[in-house]
């Protein structure tokens, strides 16, 4: 299984170390510079721990850890190939999946006509070999051999189909030409190796332990557990600093959003979607509205990971871009219970926003360490991304575990949480106005202070 490479061969190929050990070796495609490797390299990922990777191949090198494939937007990372000084060795792109939410058992059945001959006696004894399937539904390579007891089996030819394009069933779409490069090359008149037709394809998903109890929202264990006599973490931060800030929103239509979650009806994983399934309204009214979208939301979606920021940042930034002139500030709520993944972009993210009117205020809910969510809050430093410096102090974090009553009061600790979490909003709004010269409106106009938009 580990032959297909050896050091002294001079074809692309690509090593990959592991904590400090061989992991494992791509295969050898032929003649091309822009080889698209199809061997997976599955590795445990632990995010609380630094997988440091190397991959080297003649070419050159190149350095990264796994945790930098996960959090790059898409999980696709590319990275320069580093060899001779001063010589361009070409690039090199990573793309990282889970697997262990691939459960989906696919049974389908095929068949084949015109495929060419390759036994003396007889016909061919065809079987065919999937390369590979990912969860975002691109390219599945096939390749069609004929089957020798001597276990030197034939190549006949090769097709590429999707698994978007199978789950359509049995249709004009799913017959497929089997291609044989070699022949292609050599003649001229050459039209395929024959075809290979999908007659049915039926998934079905097989579940583990594991999906009963994580992230259930049925289950005690779970921080967004819906129990009938007491709010969660979730709700009590949510109604905490919501009927404190709701004050100063003169509309009280409050855009909410969800993030981390697979959608109905197709999986589709979003890190910023309404959560009233509204797309074109994403305003709840008050505080309970909110609520009720919230717990009604817990019921469609699939929680999943990772835990990314900059989607939802982005898209506050994006309404405060377009009210610059005082008259509306924004401040986004965001109550978390992971780690977040894309500490990167969210830096850019923030340091971006720090120039528009509006405030961010995270609250870390349940057991994790939330250590790196300090980088945000630039009460020290301030945040900086790519030798940008945030113009402003527009972040908060605190961890509620912080402000929890040890009596069980939980209107105590929500006083608590949003003593602290609300304390900095009038002096980062001032700030914003300051920077911009915008002074105060006269007592008698119609609208004497800034509406504040709040965001969840």
Not at 3 to 12: A, C, D, F, G, I
Not at 52 to 69: A, K, P, V
Not at 153 to 175: A, K, P
Not at 294 to 314: E, H, M, S, W
């Amino acid at each position: 299984i580990m032959m297909l490479s050896v050091s002294n061969q001079r074809e692309p190929d690509s090593v990959m170390e592991y904590r400090n050990k061989r992991f494992g070796r791509t295969e050898v495609i032929d003649n091309t510079l822009n080889p698209d490797f199809v061997r997976k390299f599955v590795l445990d990922y632990f995010f609380e721990e630094k997988q440091n990777l190397r991959f080297d191949s003649f070419l050159g090198q190149t350095f990264c850890t796994l945790g930098e494939i996960i959090g790059s937007s898409g999980s696709r990372l590319e990275r320069v190939l580093s060899g001779i000084p001063g010589k361009k060795c070409g690039n090199i792109i990573f793309t990282a999946e889970e697997l262990s939410n691939c459960r989906d058992i696919a049974t389908m059945q095929l068949c084949a006509n015109k495929l060419d001959k390759k036994d003396f006696f007889g016909k061919s004894d065809p079987f065919l070999v999937f390369y590979r399937s990912n969860e975002d539904g691109t390219t599945v390579k096939v390749d069609v051999y004929d089957w020798d007891r001597d276990g030197s089996h034939d190549f006949i030819g090769e097709f590429t189909t999707s698994y978007r394009e199978l789950s359509r069933g049995q249709s004009q779409f799913n017959v497929y030409e089997v291609l044989n490069p070699k022949k292609k090359g050599r003649k001229k008149k050459y039209v395929n190796s024959g075809t290979v037709t999908l007659l049915s394809f039926k998934v079905e998903s097989e579940y583990t332990f594991v999906d009963f109890i994580r992230g259930n929202p049925s289950q005690p264990t779970s921080l967004h557990y819906m129990n009938p006599y007491q709010l969660n973490a979730y709700a009590m931060a949510l109604k905490a600093v919501g009927e404190i800030i709701q004050d100063y929103d003169s509309d009280k239509l409050f855009p909410a959003y969800g993030f981390g979650a697979k959608l109905p009806p197709d999986g589709k994983i979003s890190h910023a979607f309404p959560l009233n399934s509204d797309c074109e309204n994403a305003n709840c009214v008050g505080i309970e509205g909110v609520l009720e979208a919230y717990y009604d939301c817990l019921r469609k979606v699939q929680l999943y990971g990772p835990t990314n920021f900059a989607p939802v940042i982005n898209q506050v930034a994006q309404c405060a871009s377009e009210v610059t002139d005082g008259s509306q500030y924004f401040v986004l709520l965001i109550i978390t219970d992971g780690v977040i993944s894309d500490m990167v972009q969210t830096r850019e993210a923030v340091v971006t926003a720090a120039s528009l009117p509006m405030s961010v205020i995270i609250v870390g809910v349940g057991p994790a360490e939330f250590d790196a969510m300090e980088e945000l809050d630039g009460d020290e430093v301030r945040v900086s991304s790519r030798g940008r410096v945030a113009e402003r102090d527009i972040v908060q974090f605190v961890p509620f575990r912080d402000y929890i009553d040890r009596s069980g009061n939980q209107v105590l600790s929500m006083a608590r949480l949003a003593k602290d979490v609300l304390a900095e909003i009038p002096d980062q709004l001032l700030s914003f106005m300051k920077s911009r010269g915008i002074e105060p409106r006269p007592a008698l106009c119609p609208s004497p202070t800034p509406q504040i938009n709040v965001h969840l």
